[in-house]
């Protein structure tokens, strides 16, 4: 941190308004935020700025934010103080405690690094623990823990990341780096290619990628597991794979043999609509081009029926092929090694879910410990097991980013209490008993060290507060003043969110001075690019798990099979009759992430409004023009919004991106728990009909 004569603070920082946590350069004059600029020392953007990050300003500045704590009155809303809030949460907290049992409040949280990374999400769960309850549900029910589930049980990691830069075989897997990370679009894929990768792209849509790739697979939306056991299959009748890596590092090679053996290029031609030609190419390309890596998107591949064995498909993948461990292919990266702040004995009882989902309550780590979101609701419209009474919503948007959005409005509405803290009044706010001014990240000191398992970079930077709006608290600060109100207080010893932080990382031998004296941030480790023949992995075998005796043991398959969507003209077809296209949702775009900035207006300029994206074809079936109002509907319910027709997707598809306030997508979705490992939704993959309003 430097000052100029002119009062102008420059400040080092990393960005949170999406998962990329961009470095970023802040200015500051006289206490106001004046200037934003990317960060070049920063190892994953470099310099560059996306529109979120180029917006800070306005984020921050919006007339919208939330600047007091405030306590609905009838239908208005009173401003009060923070020591009012705290004590009416209190108050109310032990009285329910008191009627109805610990396990009666539940806590939603938002994605990790708007809450100040793992450091202040593990106050959360603290606070839950001496609170008593296990019902904490996070927004990774609908993100990427599905893919580092499927890796841990296959590799014995999480963090097996791909090493796109070194690679000479590039594939995305219904990833669009364009729209939702960056600096893959701008640094990682451009060197690759640079140095003679080929590059594959497996998309309903022609993504930006799309265009300069070697091939472009279409697949039918949710039918990508049944093209990665295809790949696998033709790897293998080929004798593609790499038969040294394999009788060396892996066990159950030949039972995948038969189990692949129907999944002939002709069958997944049918089921996935790819030409059989095409998955032969895919897979000689990939096998043949070394070193390779796959990319994988999150929610594309997660939120299906068997969004946790496709995972594991590609993981099986990366594996016979050889390219698992090797620079170019994916990386191991040593995760950043915090104490943790949980309190199990406390806890008397699993989370909501945990009986029929084991496996996500369990984890890739033990310590996050959380409930399948996709259960809660049920709790609170129909109190069994037990009720629901109270909730806390902090950084996340029930209603706009959970699926069935009818029944998230009708389950909030049961509620005798809802607290939602937020740096703006979200759908989910407006239906609060009480709103709290929650503190960006520029308005706060945090820890930011996210990148080791989403990038495959063992770095750490400290985010150090710029600037301070009205009465706007940090999450840490809520949780441990929360935990102090209510006689918790030899529980949370530390003074403030600093203290905490270097409790954690105590063991690393890191403090919260020595990183902000290093504000561009450290490598506190190297990714391993070898694999230790003594040591082997960290699965029961000491291998990659092919066939998985955990999951046989579990009554779950043990090797990777494919499910059709729950709705699909295969599963379903006599609902197909009546809905006869395949409707996606939750593709990124690049202003926005989930249902946050929505009221930016910079960002609003760049894109304005929801679409249905279809091919002309389809749209030319049903009479619409590009522009044209349509009515979207499913059996859950119907929404109406402008056709965005075009060549760049596949026929008889439709899609539809989330977060938004009109033509809300989640009006159409179902929470029905689909993959039976892990109950996520399917959202990837329905059933639909489009009519010209």
Not at 190 to 216: C, E, F, M, Y
Not at 315 to 324: D, E, K, P, S
Not at 493 to 503: A, C, F, I
Request: aromatic share 8%; hydrophobic share 40%.
């Amino acid at each position: 941190m430097s000052r100029s004569a002119s009062e102008e603070k420059v400040v080092k920082s990393a960005c949170a308004l999406c998962v990329a946590c961009c470095g970023i350069v802040l200015h500051v004059k006289d206490g106001r935020l004046i200037k934003i600029e990317g960060m070049r020392e920063h190892p994953l953007s470099r310099g560059r700025l996306c529109p979120k990050g180029a917006s800070v300003i306005d984020y921050v500045y919006s007339p919208n934010r939330i600047h007091y704590p405030m306590k609905r009155a009838g239908k208005e809303w009173k401003r009060i103080s923070w020591p009012e809030a705290l004590g009416t949460i209190a108050n109310t907290l032990l009285k329910i405690k008191e009627t109805y049992g610990a396990r009666s409040l539940a806590i939603c949280k938002g994605l990790t690094y708007f809450l100040g990374a793992w450091g202040n999400v593990q106050l959360l769960l603290r606070f839950a623990d001496v609170y008593g309850t296990p019902n904490h549900f996070t927004a990774d029910n609908g993100c990427f823990r599905t893919g580092v589930i499927a890796r841990t049980m296959t590799f014995g990691v999480p963090s097996a990341v791909p090493d796109a830069e070194r690679s000479q075989c590039v594939v995305l897997w219904g990833h669009n780096p364009h729209a939702s990370l960056p600096y893959q679009a701008w640094w990682d894929i451009p060197t690759a290619r640079k140095n003679g990768a080929k590059l594959i792209v497996i998309d309903p849509r022609r993504i930006p990628s799309a265009r300069q790739a070697d091939i472009h697979a279409q697949p039918r939306p949710g039918s990508d597991g049944a093209l990665a056991l295809g790949l696998i299959n033709v790897i293998i009748s080929e004798g593609l794979y790499d038969k040294e890596f394999v009788d060396k590092w892996t066990v159950g090679f030949d039972k995948l043999i038969d189990h692949v053996r129907a999944f002939t290029p002709e069958k997944v031609e049918r089921i996935t609509w790819v030409p059989a030609e095409t998955v032969v190419d895919i897979a000689r390309m990939y096998a043949t081009t070394k070193p390779a890596c796959i990319l994988q998107g999150v929610q594309t591949l997660d939120m299906k029926t068997d969004g946790l064995n496709t995972s594991r498909s590609i993981a099986i993948l990366q594996a016979i092929t050889g390219n698992f461990a090797v620079p170019g292919g994916y990386k191991i990266v040593p995760p950043f090694r915090e104490r943790s702040l949980r309190l199990l004995d406390k806890v008397e009882e699993k989370p909501l879910g945990a009986d029929k989902f084991p496996l996500w309550w369990e984890g890739f780590f033990r310590l996050y410990g959380e409930g399948q979101a996709t259960t809660v609701l049920d709790a609170m419209l129909t109190e069994k097991p037990y009720p629901i009474k109270a909730m806390i919503v902090t950084g996340a948007n029930p209603l706009r980013s959970w699926p069935n959005t009818i029944k998230v409005e009708r389950a909030l509405e049961k509620l005798d209490f809802l607290v939602v803290m937020d740096p703006f009044i979200s759908e989910t706010a407006q239906r609060a008993d009480m709103i709290l001014p929650a503190a960006t990240f520029v308005e706060k000191t945090q820890l930011c060290q996210v990148l080791w398992n989403l990038y495959g970079i063992p770095f750490v930077q400290m985010r150090p507060k710029a600037i301070e709006v009205g009465e706007c608290w940090s999450d840490g600060r809520f949780w441990l003043e929360l935990a102090r109100r209510m006689g918790y207080e030899e529980y949370f010893p530390w003074r403030d969110e600093l203290e905490v932080y270097d409790y954690l990382m105590e063991p690393m031998g890191l403090t919260v001075q020595g990183l902000l004296e290093k504000p561009e941030g450290i490598f506190y480790g190297e990714a391993i690019y070898q694999l230790d023949e003594r040591k082997g992995l960290p699965t029961p075998s000491g291998k990659v798990e092919i066939f998985s005796e955990l999951l046989e043991k579990r009554g779950y398959d043990p090797l990777p099979c494919y499910r059709e969507p729950l709705e699909s003209p295969i599963s379903t077809p006599e609902l197909a009759q009546e809905y006869p296209l395949v409707l996606t949702t939750g593709a990124r775009v690049r202003e926005y992430l989930h249902s946050q900035l929505r009221g930016i207006r910079r960002l609003n300029r760049l894109r304005p409004e929801a679409t249905a994206e279809m091919h002309q074809n389809t749209a030319a079936k049903y009479g619409i023009s590009d522009q044209d109002t349509v009515e979207v509907q499913t059996k859950r319910g119907a929404i109406h919004i402008k056709a965005s027709v075009t060549e760049d997707i596949v026929p008889g598809v439709v899609n539809i991106s989330h977060g938004w306030h009109e033509a809300n997508v989640n009006i159409l979705t179902d929470d029905t728990p689909a993959d039976p490992f892990l109950g996520n939704p399917s959202l990837k993959a329905m059933l639909c009909r489009v009519t010209k309003v």
